[in-house]
C-alpha cells in the first residue's frame, strides 16, 4: 500500500520509483481562502526558495512559476504534531514509523513538522540528543524535539542548560507513571520544575500516579484479566486526575508554567479548567485518539484488534471524548497532538498473556487533521480559524516558533496544506503510509480532504501521490522563554514582597 520506501537503500529514485518533487522553486496559490489563526480572506499565496514571500490578492507571475489552483478550497498552514514518538526504544522494542516514514505519513496527512521526544541514553541527555540527531537525518519534514528526563543529578541539571542554550531544545517531560523505567518521583519533578524555570524552558508532565498504576495492575493481574482490557481497568481516570492535580500545583509552588501532554479524561481536563481559570499557566493537550475514541475496542474478542487500542493514559469510556472536545472548543484545552507512537501486530502480541507487555502506543500522525476537521469544525464545534490554531498556530506560539511556523504570513516557512471541505476521506490500516499494520481509526469517514501538501515550498502530496524527499527536513531550533514565561518574573517579585511585609516583630522575653 505504501508509495514510498525507506530511505538509505541506494538510489531512492531508481529503486522505489518515487522522484523527488518535481515543482519549481517558485509556487503560486491562487484563488483559496487564507485561513490563519487571526483571520481568513480570499488572496494568492506566492513562495519562492521555501519561504512565503506575498500574500494577496491577484499577484501576477511568469512563466516559471508552478501555478496551483486553491479556488473554493482553503489554504492554511500545515499541521504541527506536538507528540510523537518516531523510532522510540520502549517496552522491550522500537515504535515501528521512523523519521522517514512517519513523516512521509504525516505528509499525506497535512501535518508538516512535528515535535519528538528525545530519551536520554543511560541517563544522558547528550547521548540522546546525538542519537536522536541520527535517526532523523532521513527527515522528509521539519522536525525539533522535546527531552524526558528520567532521573535527577547534577549531570542532568547541567546537561538541560547544554540542551536549551546549545541544541535548541526548550521543552523537557517528566513521566509521572511507567514505574520502574521512565517514572520520576515528586523530588525530581520539584526539582525539574525549579530548573525548567530557571532556563525558560516549558516542563511537560505524563500526568497518571505510576505507584497507583503499578498497584492496580497487580489487582488486575490477581483477578485473571490479563487481556488488553486489563490495561483500562488497571489505571482508571481518577489516577490521571491526581497526577494531574498534583503537577499542577507543584508548577503552581515553583511558579512555572506547565504543558499537560495527552489530556484523556475529563478527570484531568476539569484539573486543567480550574487552575486556568485561577490564573496559572496550564496547557492541556488533547490527542486524537483521546478525541474520537471510547474503550469498547479494548474488549474485543480478538486480541490483536484490542491490543491496537493500548496505550497510556487510556483511551476512556464513552463520554470522555465528548467532554474533551467540548473543552478544546471553549479554550479549557488548545491545541491537538496525536502521542504517535506505533507498533505492529506482531510487536503488541509482546503482551498477549499479559497486558502489562503490550507496547502502549498508537498511531494517529497521518489521521490528525483529516479527524479533527470533521469532529471539531464539520460538525459545527469551531470555526476554520479555530481549526487553524489548534491544530498548528498555538503549538507554533507555545513552542517559540511562531510566525516561522504556524502562519499563511509574508516570511513564514511555505509549509502549506490546500484543504477541500467538499471533498471526504476514509482512512484504511491498508491504505494508510504508516508502517504498522494496524490504524486505530480504521473504518472512518469524513467529510473534507487535505489534497496538497506543500513542505519547505515543494509539493510532496498531489493527486493521492507522495513524492518526499529523504534528507530535506531540518532540525528546527526552539528557543527559550515563550510567551508562556511573560510576567512570571513580576508575580515572583510580588510573591516575595508579600513575604517581607509586613515584618513580624516579637515581644522579647525579658
Ligand atoms: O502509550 C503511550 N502514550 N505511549 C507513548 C509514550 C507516552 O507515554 O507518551
Ligand atoms: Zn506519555
Ligand atoms: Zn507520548
Not at 20 to 41: M, W
Not at 370 to 381: C, N, P
Amino acid at each position: 500500500s505504501n508509495q514510498f520506501c525507506d530511505a538509505g537503500i541506494g538510489n531512492h529514485e531508481s529503486t522505489c520509483g518515487i522522484s523527488p518533487s518535481s515543482s519549481s522553486s517558485k509556487l503560486l496559490i491562487k484563488g483559496g481562502t487564507v485561513v490563519n489563526a487571526h483571520q481568513q480572506e480570499i488572496a494568492d499565496v506566492y513562495v519562492e526558495d521555501g519561504v512565503i514571500v506575498a500574500v494577496k490578492p491577484t499577484i501576477k507571475v511568469g512563466d516559471d512559476v508552478t501555478l496551483l489552483d486553491a479556488t473554493g478550497k482553503y489554504v492554511m498552514p500545515g499541521g504541527i504534531d506536538p507528540h510523537t514518538h518516531l523510532a522510540m526504544e520502549f517496552m522491550g522494542t522500537e515504535t515501528i514509523d521512523d523519521f522517514f516514514s512517519g513523516q512521509a505519513a504525516a505528509l499525506a496527512g497535512g501535518t508538516t513538522m512535528h515535535i519528538d521526544f528525545v530519551i536520554p541514553v543511560n541517563g544522558s541527555l547528550v547521548a540522546g540528543f546525538e542519537a536522536y540527531e541520527r535517526k532523523a537525518k532521513k527527515s522528509c519534514m521539519d522536525y525539533g524535539f522535546h527531552m524526558a528526563i528520567t532521573k535527577w543529578d547534577e549531570s542532568v541539571s547541567r546537561e538541560m542548560e547544554i540542551m536549551v542554550k546549545e541544541k535548541g531544545i526548550n521543552s523537557f517531560k517528566f513521566f509521572m507513571a511507567y514505574k520502574g523505567s521512565l517514572m520520576i518521583n515528586d523530588e525530581l519533578l520539584l526539582q525539574g520544575l525549579k530548573r525548567c524555570k530557571s532556563l525558560g524552558a516549558l516542563a511537560m508532565v505524563h500526568a497518571e500516579n505510576g505507584d497507583a498504576v503499578f498497584e492496580g495492575q497487580k489487582r488486575m493481574i490477581e483477578l485473571g484479566i490479563t487481556g488488553p482490557e486489563g490495561h483500562a481497568l488497571s489505571r482508571p481516570a481518577v489516577l490521571e486526575g491526581e497526577a494531574t492535580a498534583r503537577a499542577i500545583r507543584l508548577a503552581r509552588f515553583v511558579n512555572t508554567p506547565l504543558y499537560i501532554v495527552h489530556v484523556m479524561s475529563i478527570d484531568a481536563m476539569e484539573e486543567i479548567s480550574k487552575a486556568r481559570k485561577s490564573g496559572q499557566k496550564v496547557i492541556g493537550e488533547p490527542v486524537v485518539s483521546g478525541l474520537v475514541l471510547d474503550d469498547s475496542g479494548l474488549w474485543d474478542p480478538d486480541f490483536i484488534t484490542a491490543a491496537k487500542y493500548v496505550m497510556s493514559p487510556p483511551i476512556r469510556e464513552s463520554g470522555h471524548d465528548k467532554a474533551l472536545q467540548a473543552a478544546l472548543s471553549t479554550g479549557v484545552l488548545q491545541l491537538v497532538g496525536t502521542d504517535h507512537c506505533v507498533f505492529n501486530s506482531t510487536q503488541k502480541a509482546l503482551g498477549i498473556d499479559d497486558f502489562r507487555k503490550i507496547p502502549n502506543g498508537v498511531n494517529g500522525i497521518e489521521e490528525r487533521m483529516h479527524l479533527v476537521w470533521d469532529t471539531m469544525v464539520e460538525s459545527g464545534q469551531i470555526s476554520v480559524t479555530d481549526y487553524v490554531r489548534i491544530t498548528s498556530t498555538e503549538c507554533a506560539r507555545i513552542f517559540n516558533l511562531y510566525p516561522r511556523k504556524g502562519a499563511i504570513l509574508t516570511g513564514s516557512d511555505a509549509d502549506i496544506i490546500i484543504f477541500n471541505p467538499n471533498s471526504s476521506f476514509e482512512i484504511s490500516a491498508s491504505s494508510h503510509h504508516s508502517r504498522t499494520d494496524t490504524n486505530v481509526f480504521d473504518g472512518r469517514k469524513g467529510k473534507g480532504k487535505v489534497e496538497v501538501t506543500i513542505v519547505g515550498g515543494r509539493v510532496v502530496w498531489q493527486d493521492d501521490e507522495l513524492k518526499v524527499v529523504p534528507g530535506s527536513g531540518k532540525y528546527i531550533e526552539m528557543p527559550p522563554f515563550s510567551y508562556l514565561f511573560n510576567g512570571i518574573d513580576k508575580s515572583d517579585a510580588k510573591y516575595l514582597s508579600s513575604l517581607r511585609a509586613p515584618v513580624r516583630r516579637f515581644n522579647s522575653a525579658s
